[in-house]
């Protein structure tokens, strides 16, 4: 839970709280949750 809210407070770039489809484009969310489900040590991703 916690390495999902570090994603999405580092994604989410205007700091508003809501994460715009830009930034889910430009994010690469989809790339970091697959790397955090392949990190052993999820403390590395990000």
Do not use: C, P, W
Not at 11 to 21: E, Y
Not at 23 to 43: F, P, S, T, W, Y
Request: charged share 30%; glycine share 6%; aromatic share 8%.
């Amino acid at each position: 839970e916690t390495v999902i809210y570090r994603i999405f407070y580092y994604i989410n770039r205007s700091g508003n709280g809501h994460l715009t489809l830009r930034e889910l484009k430009r994010g690469n969310l989809i790339a970091a949750m697959q790397h955090v489900d392949d990190e052993e040590d999820i403390n590395k991703v990000l």
